[in-house]
């Protein structure tokens, strides 16, 4: 429990971010929920990827690879 705030062990992306956005001050959480709306399609390939990387065979092309690259790097520098 972080701040009074249970949250689940997940590795879903999404949902750590919806926690996130939760705890975090005024220009921060509409920051992260910015970032739920804006990635939302890259957030859910991610998850998929990681979902994938451990259990299926699955190979990614540049630009998929090039696109969620660009996607982590933005969300990390609000999240940061």
Same mark, same amino acid.
């Given at each position: 429990?972080? *701040?009074?705030? !249970? ?5 879903? +992306?999404?949902?750590?971010? /919806?926690? $996130? &956005?939760? $705890? +975090?001050?005024? !220009?921060?959480? &509409? &920051?992260?929920? =910015?970032?739920? *709306?804006?990635?939302? $399609? %890259?957030? =859910? %390939? $991610? /998850? !998929?990827?990681?979902?994938? &990387?451990?259990?299926?065979?699955? /190979?990614?092309?540049?630009? *998929? ?8 790097? %933005?969300?990390? *520098?609000?999240?940061?």
């Amino acid at each position: 429990m972080a *701040e009074g705030v !249970d949250y689940s062990r997940t590795h879903g +992306v999404r949902a750590l971010l /919806e926690i $996130l &956005s939760e $705890l +975090v001050p005024g !220009d921060k959480k &509409s &920051s992260v929920k =910015g970032v739920l *709306e804006n990635y939302l $399609l %890259e957030l =859910g %390939e $991610l /998850e !998929d990827a990681y979902i994938t &990387s451990r259990y299926l065979m699955r /190979e990614f092309t540049r630009q *998929e690879v090039e696109k969620l690259a660009k996607a982590v790097k %933005e969300i990390m *520098e609000i999240v940061a």
